[in-house]
């Protein structure tokens, strides 16, 4: 087992250490000995086999229980980022357990719908699923937190309440009835505004806009008086190009140049007010959750922490390039939104936030904690993060 933790060590660190590494290899060590005195449930198993079972009488172990997974997802298979990173934790899983949990990555449609991930791993019919949890508002509305809220958290912050501020724990006391065990894996960071074949020069300009945007970006740009459509990636470009929308938001520079949306509109606007940060979800069944061994529960926890880890420096480097090749393009004009448009946006969010929060128990009570967090951090932001990119300009 520390062999194997130690793989997955080294496929998603290389050979530096940090503090995740360290982790791991502080879990290798734990397991390592763990094993040795009969600790983990499977060793504890072939012990007890050993002594009492009549068909271990030869005192021989039997081989550990082997698993074969389903993963769905809503993302164009092997698709840049979101789904790079999942084929990747499929890897690491499989070569950290020695082979042990197998996961086969489906990509939007292929098993199930793209946006039907949600319901497919709820009923058990696969396993797992990885998506993005605003695409389950329609159900589960508190679900948005987990992956954006608008003029919300940025990759840090989100992390940072996930796992040191409580968000994790609201997050699978919400799935809970759903049967589903939510992890936290990937985040693209802050995302672009979108693609707009229109200028957007002041609040009026929203008035009629049809535009693709999920999540409560949509709900708030509808009170700015345009029209919000939810679809997966793979249909925007269609609908872009031939005027079923006239605007649309996808991730940023990298992915969006991936889907060639910037063939399709002129004006590219900044900055991602709607997804200040957006983090992805592992969706896991909790039927099959509770049927894995404590090993190979640690080895998917750790590979989809690694998925974030590695999604966020996959954008971090993508963005920065395809940024590049998007304002050397004599056909596109990158833009900031005016700032009243940014200022209706934020108020209506806010109205919606506390409208949420009149309605719905949950939404209230993560909303508290998510806002809580939020207003402690803003102030070190500004004077860490901010501050700091401000001495570039210098
Ligand atoms: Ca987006």
């Not at 197998?102 to 709820?122: N, R, W």
């Not at 929203?206 to 693709?212: P, S, Y």
Request: with cysteine; hydrophobic share 40%; charged share 20%.
């Amino acid at each position: 087992m520390g062999r194997a933790l130690a793989n997955i060590v080294t496929l998603a660190y290389g050979t530096s250490a940090n503090t995740l590494g360290r982790l791991f290899h502080w879990v290798g060590t734990r397991m390592k000995r763990r094993e040795f005195v009969g600790g983990l449930a499977a060793a504890a198993s072939v012990a007890a086999c050993s002594r009492e079972d009549p068909q271990c009488a030869d005192g021989t172990a039997e081989p550990l229980e082997t698993f074969e997974w389903s993963c769905v997802t809503s993302w164009p298979p092997k698709y840049p980022g979101l789904g790079i990173a999942v084929d990747n934790l499929a890897e690491r899983v499989e070569k950290a357990s020695d082979g042990r949990l197998k996961i086969k990555v489906y990509g939007g449609g292929e098993l199930v719908p793209s946006l039907e991930v949600f319901d497919a791993v709820s009923r058990g019919t696969v396993e797992m699923g990885h998506d993005a949890s605003y695409y389950h508002k329609g159900k589960v509305a508190a679900a948005q937190f987990f992956t954006a809220i608008p003029f919300g958290m940025n990759a840090a912050e989100l992390d940072g309440w996930l796992y040191y501020g409580g968000g994790l724990e609201l997050w699978r006391e919400l799935y809970a009835p759903h049967h589903i065990v939510p992890l936290p894996c990937g985040n693209t960071g802050v995302q672009k505004g979108g693609w707009f074949n229109r200028e957007i020069n002041s609040v009026d300009d929203l008035k009629g806009l049809k535009i693709r945007i999920p999540g409560l970006g949509g709900e708030v740009i509808l009170r700015a008086g345009a029209t919000p459509v939810t679809m997966p990636g793979s249909e925007i470009y269609t609908s872009l190009q031939t005027g079923v929308v006239d605007a649309a938001e996808w991730v940023g520079a990298y992915n969006d140049v991936a889907l060639g949306l910037h063939e399709t509109a002129r004006y590219y606007y900044y900055p991602g007010w709607q997804e200040p940060s957006a983090g992805l979800e592992l969706l896991i069944n909790d039927e099959a959750w509770a049927s894995l061994p404590a090993d190979l529960q640690a080895i998917v926890e750790l590979a989809a922490q690694a998925a974030t880890t590695d999604m966020l420096a996959e954008y971090t480097h993508g963005n920065a390039i395809a940024l590049k090749q998007l304002e050397d393009d004599p056909n596109i004009e990158v833009r900031p939104f005016p700032d009243d448009v940014l200022r209706l946006l934020k108020s209506h969010t806010q109205d919606i936030v506390a409208e949420l929060s009149a309605k719905d128990e949950m939404w209230k009570k993560i909303a508290e904690s998510y806002y809580a967090f939020l207003d402690q951090s803003t102030p070190n932001q500004l004077v860490t993060e901010v501050a700091n990119l401000q001495t570039r300009l210098l």
